[in-house]
């Protein structure tokens, strides 16, 4: 008797196939102790390992610089003007 081949399922990540491992690694350009961090917090959803794979990227990003207030713009903008005459 013929018995169709198992197939996986598709929203949930399995640890063991290496190949599926490496695609979504991949895809989220994680590190292997990023990615198992991640599945031991919040389990094997791919779904779920995506959306915190964005929040820490998120969490990464440089914050902008301080801007002046307008004041001191404008004010230097004058002393370039000065300093040029």
Not at 5 to 11: E, V
Not at 45 to 57: V, Y
Not at 70 to 77: D, L, P, T
């Given at each position: 008797m013929r018995r169709p081949?198992?197939?996986?399922?598709?929203?949930k990540l399995?640890?063991?196939?290496?190949?599926?491992?490496?695609?979504v690694r991949k895809r989220l350009g994680l590190s292997d102790a990023e990615l198992t961090s991640i599945v031991e917090r919040i389990?094997?959803?791919?779904?779920?390992?995506?959306?915190?794979?964005?929040?820490?990227?998120a969490a990464t990003l440089p914050k902008p610089d301080e801007v002046?207030?307008?004041?001191?713009?404008?004010?230097?903008?004058v002393g370039e003007l000065a300093t040029r005459k």
């Open positions: 081949k198992p197939q996986p399922i598709r929203n399995d640890l063991a196939d290496r190949t599926q491992v490496r695609l389990g094997n959803s791919i779904a779920a390992i995506s959306k915190e794979a964005a929040l820490q990227r002046p207030p307008g004041a001191v713009i404008a004010s230097a903008a």
